[in-house]
């Protein structure tokens, strides 16, 4: 499990759910980077595999697959392994995808927090004219 980070609030400010939200502190960019990282790779198994159940349409083309995989050669082995690669080959894109967003984000927004996050973007002040 994560650390606790610095400055931690006090009971009366908990949520019920027992969680606090507050601003990040400059120190502590490289625990939020982790944090977002480790939250981001655990995304892999659920697209690549639980999302499976919300396509039906993926479902019916592997099963088709089985099937003209049969079919065309008549092996049961063949036929059974080819659910095993078509899964393995799910999970290997969904961690290209998924890392090649993480490269982007880390490298991008998430090499500086405060500068993305924090400050407000362009002028705080605002300007009205009445005709």
């Known amino acids: 499990m994560w650390p606790s980070l610095a400055g931690a609030a006090p009971p009366a400010e908990l949520g019920k759910d027992g969680a606090y939200i507050r601003e990040i502190q400059p120190g502590e960019q490289a625990a939020a980077r982790r944090i977002f990282y480790e939250g981001i790779m655990e995304r892999i198994p659920n697209t690549a595999f639980r999302g499976l159940k919300s ?15 049969f079919v065309v050669t008549k092996s049961l082995l063949l036929t059974c392994c080819l659910p095993i690669f078509l899964m393995g080959m799910r999970y290997y894109f969904s961690r ?29 002040e605002s300007v009205s004219k009445w005709s």
């Open 55 to 69: 396509q039906p349409l993926a479902q019916l083309l592997y099963g088709l697959l089985a099937v003209i995989c």
């Open 96 to 124: 290209k995808v998924i890392l090649n967003y993480l490269d982007c984000a880390l490298h991008t927004d998430m090499s500086d927090i405060e500068q993305y996050y924090m400050k407000p973007p362009g002028p705080l």
